[in-house]
């Protein structure tokens, strides 16, 4: 039986504990676009027919275009990253991977619960895998060439939506690499469940052989396909996270907080007593994120247009 790992999210729990109603509150213990992208009509047979492959070939197709892939790398759709993080350790035999903290716990839950030994370096003896967060979750750190060292190198890339031109998406080129990359949070539909693995031809066959067949909805290859083409709007909502991130800021060191990192999508403070905080922002009606390993830090995501008033007034 796997153990629970600390995520952000838990609304439920928290209006259960502060009370209001679900509909008071702003969810800011995520890094989800507050502004998911625009929805069209969805075709009949996206809902009633399994997915053919002329559909999955066009979402392939667009995430290639989108993310520059280099032709001699694979891509595999998948129900999400999380999907994707689980099955990865199974692709190697059991060893030991290098995993720097602190950094998203899904993948070292992931590789422990397959047997394998966890590192922080990949210079450690032994080690055969490497898995990096880039942007880092949750202080934004962004990795560099240089330091991916082990004989496997996992980048997730959840977040690099946000800075194209950091991507390490032309690494990909080379054997024994993966990118990750996570649909859910730059477009704003994790509740869509897209993610994608891009890399190795042969370990990307083995993924999806792990994942199966018809692992990607109709609805979500129909709807992932049109974002990835939609590059306009991919710029402005880049420029617009931006601004909203110096603007949450600018609010949050005006009550005392300090900025230790984070990206666009979500920032990361030091302040005085985080459990202080949240307390105080719940009882505003806003949640935020708290780490089990740090006492002085807090992550915030950034509201929706229409919640930059609540939450200041709970700040």
């Known amino acids: 039986m796997s153990k629970h790992r600390d995520h952000g999210g838990g609304l439920d729990a928290a209006v259960a ?36 492959a002329a559909a999955q070939d066009g979402l392939v197709q667009a995430a290639r275009a989108f993310w520059k892939v280099p032709h001699e790398a694979a891509i595999l759709a998948a129900p999400g990253a999380s999907s994707l993080i689980a099955r990865l350790p199974a692709l190697w035999p059991k060893g030991r991977v290098a995993i720097q903290t602190p950094t998203y716990n899904e993948h070292a839950g992931a590789f422990e619960a397959h047997g394998w030994d966890i590192g922080a370096s990949p210079a450690d ?16 750190r962004m990795w560099q060439a240089g330091e991916f060292a082990a004989p496997v190198t996992v980048i997730d890339e959840s977040f690099c939506d946000i800075a194209p031109e950091a991507s ?7 054997p024994n690499t993966i990118v990750l990359k996570s649909f859910g949070k ?17 370990l990307i066959h083995r993924l999806s052989t792990l994942i199966g067949p018809w692992a990607v909805s109709g609805p979500a290859l129909a709807i992932g396909r049109e974002a990835l083409r939609d ?5 402005a909502t880049r420029r617009r996270l931006a601004d909203d ?71």
């Open 17 to 52: 504990r502060y009370g209001g109603e679900k509909a008071d509150w702003i969810d800011l213990s995520t890094g989800i676009n507050p502004v998911s992208y625009p929805l069209s009509d969805i075709a009949i047979d996206a809902w009633a027919a399994l997915p053919d």
């Open 125 to 140: 003896k032994g080690t055969t895998v490497q898995v990096a967060v880039h942007p880092n979750n949750p202080d934004g």
């Open 245 to 315: 991130a110096a603007r949450l800021d600018g609010l949050a060191t005006a009550k005392g907080a300090s900025l230790v990192g984070g990206t666009p999508l979500f920032r990361l403070y030091e302040v005085d007593d985080a459990r202080a905080w949240q307390k105080r922002l719940a009882e505003g009606r806003v949640w935020s994120r708290i780490f089990p390993y740090s006492d002085r830090w807090i992550r915030l995501g950034l509201p929706a247009p229409d919640g930059w008033d609540q939450v200041e007034a709970a700040l």
């Open 186 to 202: 730059f477009w704003g539909l994790a509740g869509l469940r897209l993610g994608f693995a891009i890399g190795d031809p042969d």
């Open 231 to 235: 590059a306009a709007w991919a710029e």
């Open 168 to 174: 390490h998406i032309a690494r990909t080129a080379q």
